[in-house]
């Protein structure tokens, strides 16, 4: 356990659902980290949050929606996926300008 | 842009027979090098973290080294329980900067 806890675990939605990934850490870090990992490709950030201030969102598209209501908790919305959004989604905290701690993942698929 | 490139890209060892895999990188300026290893469905777990040029670390079997282009993961004596993708990632210099991360490579230690 590293003390990043990811909820639901596995997610099977269709397209024109809504539905919201959740993010846990009591590490006291101050950065939280969304990141997509989907076969034969690199980790891809996603965004970022320091000190609950959003900053960084890497060109992600607007069916993805995060929000950090406090530096322990992050969620990710999501809304009208295509099935190519189908993915390992991972959470992270960390101190900013340092490793990054992971959680074990909410595995999506996009019916 | 930074870069990271990890080879090979899929390794089978036997049990006991020790290897290295290679993580080559562009960074504008490095802050820090990190190693990873991930198990099938779940998120990385952080080893190493290596910030500048002849720092070696290790933890039981592994020993990562750091020169100014590449770092090298070194498996002694690698047991089965050591298969995994192993990620290595660079975060370069500046504000706020992210984990930029290679593809990994994927570990099969044969019995």
């Known amino acids: 356990e590293t003390g990043v806890t990811q909820t639901p675990r596995h997610l099977v939605m269709g397209m024109t659902n809504k539905k919201s990934l959740k993010c846990e850490q009591h590490l006291g870090h101050n950065a939280m980290y969304w990141y997509k990992q989907s076969a034969k490709k690199p980790l891809e950030l996603m965004f970022v949050?320091?000190?609950?201030?959003?900053?960084e969102n890497n060109s992600v598209p607007s069916r993805f929606s995060p929000e950090c209501p406090n530096s322990s908790h992050l969620f990710l919305h999501l809304h009208t996926l295509q099935p190519e959004d189908s993915a390992l989604y991972l959470c992270a905290s960390g101190r900013m300008n340092t490793e990054a701690f992971f959680g074990q993942g909410t595995r999506l698929t996009v019916v | 842009e930074d870069q990271v490139t990890q080879s090979p890209e899929a390794l089978r060892l036997q049990e006991g027979e020790s290897s290295s895999l290679n993580c080559s990188y562009t960074v504008s300026g490095l802050r820090g090098l990190f190693w990873y290893r991930q198990d099938p469905g779940k998120g990385p777990e952080f080893l190493f973290t290596l910030y500048s040029a002849g720092e070696e670390k290790e933890k039981e079997r592994l020993k990562a080294t750091l020169t100014k282009k590449e770092s090298f993961l070194h498996i002694t004596a690698p047991k089965p329980e050591d298969s995994a993708t192993y990620l290595c990632?660079?975060?370069?210099?500046?504000?706020?900067?992210?984990?930029?991360f290679g593809k990994g490579t994927r570990l099969s230690v044969i019995a």
């Open positions: 990632a660079v975060q370069a210099t500046g504000r706020n900067t992210p984990l930029v």
């Open positions: 949050y320091n000190f609950k201030e959003q900053t």
